[in-house]
């Protein structure tokens, strides 16, 4: 399901500013400073949804080469053995900064707009991650990111991620806090297989409703080539 680039509720009807959208907005361009992203990020418990994306659904190996499209700060790498091989490619040059510094020594770290990368070169990856990233791209720019992942991948490898999601059992509450991600391309869990399944053979979502400390719901992909 595609959402227009701007909330429904931007402007009240009579014309006039509607203070909520207006905070909304500001706290939106707020959250693009690294600092203040990940401290929000760590108030809703993102730290725990991030520990678990990595321990139940990426399982990394030691010595595993991992592609993060859309890294942002790349606060993954708190949860990833220190040896595992770490790029990550974002568009915010701040984030990248943000990881460079924190950061330095586990990985590399480019700006980059990953809906416009050069081909990959192919067997390069055991597993591309995509946290978050996915919502904030139109089915065009998602097709280029999950054709990209696949071309890196090696016969064996997986991407794993992970967006927000609406379903059935979403709290209203939860609805409404997703309704105002900064993402502006929000799906069903079906709709984001279907992407998946133009690249990838296998393609396994996993809903679920207790990652965070606020009522919300994430949709979870694991893509693969190979049985
Ligand atoms: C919600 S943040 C998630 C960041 C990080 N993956 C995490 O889990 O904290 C989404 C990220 O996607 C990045 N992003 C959005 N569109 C992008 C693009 N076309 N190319 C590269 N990065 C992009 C944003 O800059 C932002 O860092």
């Keep these: 399901m595609r959402r227009s680039m701007s909330s429904p509720g931007d402007t009240a009807s009579t014309g006039g500013p509607d203070p909520a959208a207006a905070s909304a907005r500001g706290l939106k361009s707020l959250l693009r400073l690294p600092g203040l ?5 760590n108030l809703v418990g993102a730290r725990r949804a991030r520990r678990i994306f990595v ?9 595993m080469r991992i592609l993060d499209l859309g890294c942002g700060p790349a606060e993954v790498l708190e949860f990833l053995p220190a040896r595992v091989r770490y ?27 990953v809906t416009r990368l050069d081909p990959p070169t192919p067997n390069s990856c055991d597993a591309v991650i995509a946290m978050f990233l996915l919502h904030h791209l139109d089915d065009r720019a998602c097709r280029r990111v999950l054709g990209y992942a696949s071309a890196a991948l090696t016969s064996a490898g997986r991407l794993v991620s992970i967006d927000p999601c609406l379903a059935d059992e979403t709290p209203l509450l939860g609805r409404w806090i997703i309704a105002h991600d900064r993402g502006s391309y929000l799906r069903a869990a079906p709709a984001y297989a279907a992407l998946a399944r133009r690249h ?14 606020i009522p919300y719901s994430h949709c979870l992909m694991i893509c693969r080539n190979a049985t």
Excluded: C, I
């Design 37 to 41: 992203y990940s401290l929000f990020e």
């Design 55 to 63: 321990s139940e659904y990426l399982k990394p190996s030691d010595d």
């Design 87 to 113: 790029a990550g490619y974002d568009s915010n040059p701040a984030y990248v900064s943000a990881a460079q510094r924190k950061y330095s020594g586990r990985g590399t770290f480019r700006v980059a707009d």
């Design 200 to 213: 990838f053979r296998h393609v396994t979502t996993v809903v679920r409703h207790d990652l965070l400390r």
